[in-house]
């Protein structure tokens, strides 16, 4: 059965809201038929610690604007993988050492992609920081 539309605006917004905050490489898989306590699973890469933290803040802020809250926060005490469940979908956001070590896409391979359609902002080619701290 598809994912209702109920379902996939709120996820479509989680996305855009971490795209706004230069989330990387974010994805979407339709997991309904694997497992039955979700629908969604989003997946977001950031850089850096404070930027997980950014990411997820954002993604909050953004859906609680449409009275959309998590039920669950967790691993935001070292900011490496947090997860934000919203019942029926659930975001991801990894440092994108923890994205590439846990893979999370090779284990939900065969489930359908959502398309999400979202508008990425251009990303920076390095971070803006790393210049300041070398020179410190």
Same mark, same amino acid.
């Given at each position: 059965?598809?994912?209702?539309?109920?379902?996939?605006?709120?996820?479509?917004?989680?996305?855009? /809201?971490?795209?706004?905050?230069? /989330?990387?490489?974010?994805?979407?898989?339709?997991?309904?038929?694997?497992?039955?306590?979700?629908?969604?699973?989003?997946?977001?890469?950031? &850089?850096?610690?404070?930027?997980?933290?950014?990411?997820?803040? =954002?993604?909050?802020?953004?859906?609680?604007?449409? =009275?959309?809250?998590?039920?669950?926060?967790? =691993?935001?005490?070292?900011?490496?993988?947090?997860?934000?469940?919203?019942?029926?979908? +659930? +975001?991801? +956001?990894?440092?994108?050492?923890?994205?590439?070590?846990?893979?999370?896409? &090779?284990?939900?391979?065969?489930?359908?992609?959502?398309?999400?359609?979202?508008?990425?902002?251009?990303?920076?080619?390095?971070?803006?920081?790393?210049?300041?701290?070398?020179?410190?």
């Amino acid at each position: 059965m598809p994912i209702s539309e109920e379902v996939l605006t709120p996820v479509r917004a989680a996305a855009q /809201a971490a795209a706004d905050k230069l /989330a990387t490489n974010i994805v979407a898989f339709d997991v309904s038929e694997q497992l039955a306590i979700t629908d969604v699973f989003i997946i977001a890469s950031a &850089r850096n610690e404070r930027q997980v933290g950014a990411v997820v803040d =954002g993604v909050e802020e953004a859906l609680l604007k449409d =009275g959309v809250k998590p039920v669950r926060r967790e =691993g935001d005490r070292e900011n490496r993988w947090v997860l934000l469940d919203y019942i029926d979908f +659930v +975001v991801h +956001v990894q440092h994108t050492e923890e994205r590439s070590l846990y893979n999370l896409e &090779r284990l939900w391979k065969d489930c359908p992609q959502i398309e999400l359609g979202i508008d990425l902002p251009e990303q920076p080619e390095t971070d803006p920081f790393e210049d300041e701290l070398d020179n410190w």
